[in-house]
């Protein structure tokens, strides 16, 4: 990893968001330290900033802010920024922010699911996240793609067909990317369940029927300018091989990142 210790030097800034507190309707925990153990030993070819933020371990809210924080102070520097957790609630204060500093950003959403789920109290929880920003008014419905998607609830089901929402399934990646233009500013949030199990069983909701070669290809073809890597589970990866999928893709990432 080439490391510089002052934003002004980095082409790069990382973001290591740790965070387990996102998720509430699953025993199968363990994001909370993945950036470590995907980032060890890793070597980035591009001069990176690597920061972090610690979360709150009895807010949720409180986590959301402190990313949210951070992510404002990153983007003042005017460098790419990936961040990578962490269960998926921290996309939510990274993308506001992003959106707020960038009016025109659209989003990917590359995941086996939607996460339109309606929230529990007060909490923008790993599943409820493009619902939090739809619904705040953050995004348009027209300003987000899903990707990938293999599994869909009955209440997001209900709030989809209330919106006018772009869904293309696992298996309809031909016509995403028939379909894709491209855009001046563009955020891919990637889940790492969006694989088949036996590419990611270390997470928490294995779900996903996509390849690595297929999100590989999604990356280098939609060109993000931002982006992240959530839901890798460390503790649930007994060979390692979700870690190891999750470096492959980052990898990807940087190259496109560091190439706009």
Not at 22 to 45: C, M, Q, V
Not at 104 to 132: A, Y
Not at 250 to 257: N, P, S, T
Request: net charge negative.
């Amino acid at each position: 990893m080439t490391k510089v210790n002052m934003p002004e030097d980095a082409e790069i800034i990382v973001q290591k968001l740790y965070s387990d507190i996102g998720i509430h309707r699953n025993p199968r925990k363990g994001t909370l330290k993945a950036s470590d153990d995907i980032l060890e030993n890793y070597g980035f070819s591009s001069k990176v900033l690597v920061d972090e933020v610690f979360p709150d371990e009895f807010s949720l809210e409180d986590t959301q802010n402190s990313i949210e924080k951070n992510t404002k102070s990153l983007i003042d520097y005017g460098k790419p920024v990936i961040s990578i957790g962490g269960d998926h609630s921290v996309s939510f204060p990274v993308i506001k922010a992003l959106k707020e500093e960038n009016p025109d950003l659209k989003l990917i959403w590359l995941d086996s699911h939607l996460d339109l789920k309606e929230k529990v109290g007060n909490h923008v929880s790993h599943d409820v996240v493009v619902r939090e920003l739809l619904d705040t008014g953050c995004f348009e419905d027209d300003e987000i793609i899903f990707l990938g998607i293999s599994r869909t609830d009955k209440d997001e089901e209900t709030f989809i067909d209330d919106h006018n929402l772009k869904i293309y399934g696992y298996d309809e990646l031909e016509g995403f990317l028939e379909d894709f233009k491209g855009d001046d500013c563009l955020y891919l949030s990637i889940d790492i369940d969006v694989l088949q199990e036996k590419l990611a069983p270390g997470t928490g909701y294995p779900d996903g029927e996509m390849t690595l070669e297929q999100v590989k290809d999604i990356i280098r073809r939609t060109k993000p300018d931002f982006a992240d890597l959530v839901e890798v589970a460390p503790p649930l990866d007994k060979n390692h091989e979700t870690v190891e999928n999750a470096r492959e893709i980052l990898a990807v990432v940087e190259e496109v990142i560091g190439e706009n």
